[in-house]
């Protein structure tokens, strides 16, 4: 992979002509509920801003000057949240609404006239859920360079049979072939949700419910069109809390070798730990690994934080111990309450003083007076 330099340089030709991106938004996000009860997936905080701003921040980066969202729930709440980013950034977002699910293709093919502006410039497409480093710029080029129809971007997972493998030639990156879930090995690289297609592509997908994944690329790659990109560094998608934590421990990883100032240091922090600086931490605490303290929160003293999220307005109070759990927005912890094992506080919970929640997930508004003793949905 070329050096820092050669990177800078070809973000500066990638922003000589004019790109667009479509995020594939979807439906109700079911799998993060009871977070999505309050917000569109996302706009849920990851690492103390909105996961589709990690995306639309990075498009920007590469000259992305307009990004539209496929979505067919709540566009009204997306589009009010990110005029102020709209500013801020300096990019064009709209959105383009499905009246009935379109799959992962049909939205393209909805978004049409949007993203084919007759510039012949290829545009990006993303799932709102993929957290990577999303290198773009070395995206960009190496789409250029191979003149195929379309790239997608392929990550190498431990485990292929269980997920449909994409079968390649390693020197060009020419996609062969996707395997289902296969029985025996044929390949460990699996489709990353960050793509790069030309405007023909949109000639190949009908305005209907389509995957682009079963029934667009294995199209394009028979044509021998299309090709694949291996992700470099981190890669997970965060739609359930499971995976939103190990993907935040891979986040805070990838911020520690780029941006390390970024993170909290002290007596009081453990490994990797991301603190809003309007957050106020009390005196005794322990703090990290793998942590993430939104604005305006308050952790009280002696409170023991691990591998967790604490969205904004929360407030901790003394002594409690939370870990591999997540706190919805101005919630509360309890005095000697004890948060663990993917427990999901949604907005504005009040978890009583020395109460313990093992597994709990907890709709919003909700008040917590005794232990949750076994996982379960708390209405």
Known sequence: MCGVVNRDLRRKESRCFTMKALILVGGFGTRLRPLTLSFPKPLVDFANKPMILHQIEALKEVGVTEVVLAINYRPEVMINFLKDFEDKLGI????????????????????????????????????????????????????????????????????????????????????????????????????????????????????????????????????????????????????????????????????????AAKLATGAHVVGNVLVHESAKIGVGCLIGPDVAIGPGCVVEDGVRLSRCTVMRGVRIKKHACISNSIIGWHSTVGQWARIENMTILGEDVHVCDEVYSNGGVVLPHKEIKSSILKPEIVM
Not at 108 to 116: I, N
Not at 135 to 140: D, H, N, S, V
Not at 235 to 253: A, E
């Open 92 to 259: 064009t977002i709209t959105c383009s609404q499905e009246t009935e699910p379109l799959g992962t293709a049909g939205p393209l093919a909805l978004a049409r006239d949007k993203l084919a502006d007759g510039s012949g410039e290829p545009f990006f497409v993303l799932n709102s859920d993929v957290i990577s480093e999303y290198p773009f710029a070395e995206l960009i080029e190496f789409h250029k360079s191979h003149g195929g129809e379309a790239t997608i971007m392929v990550t190498k997972v431990d485990e292929p049979s269980k997920y449909g493998v994409v079968v390649m030639e390693e020197a060009t990156g020419k996609v062969e072939r996707f395997v289902e879930k296969p029985k025996i090995f044929v390949g460990n690289k699996i489709n990353a949700g960050i793509y790069l297609l030309n405007p023909s592509v949109l000639d190949r997908i009908e305005l209907r419910p389509t995957s682009i994944e079963k029934e667009v690329f294995p199209q394009i790659a028979a044509d021998q069109q299309l090709y694949a990109m291996v992700l470099p560094g981190f890669w997970m998608d965060v739609g359930q809390p499971r995976d939103y934590i190990t993907g935040l421990r891979l986040y805070l990883d990838s911020l520690r070798k780029k941006s």
